[in-house]
């Protein structure tokens, strides 16, 4: 593992959101000033490839990441644009027993509106 891709995941293990490339570079810039932005696009490339982390595709923006690449649901506030990860294990468990196999991949993102967005709307 070089020191960019070493950085590249540590910052985003230390961040609590799921975060874009280019949140990733402004980060990774702060600590290791002459990394390329090239050079963190291409690894995290390859660190998707790699199962290490996960790519999200976003309706209405960038691509955000995650570094939990195993499956797993998110909740995505139409509001404001939050994105947080949601167990669907059981949910996953009722689609095998239906289909009749495993279910070996998936991605998905529920949309609704947090609380504050939820209460900014009702105001």
Known sequence: MTR????ILNIMQESPKHLT?????????QRMPGIARGTVYRNLKLMEQAHEIAKLEMPDGADR???TP???GHLYCDGCGSL????VIGLVREIEDAIGTE???YQLTIHYLCPACRKEQAQ
């Open 4 to 7: 960019q891709r070493a950085l």
């Open 103 to 105: 279910v070996r991949s």
């Open 70 to 72: 195993t499956p797993h």
């Open 84 to 87: 947080q990860d949601i167990p």
């Open 65 to 67: 990441f995650d570094k």
């Open 21 to 29: 490339a280019d949140e990733i570079f402004a980060l990774a810039r």
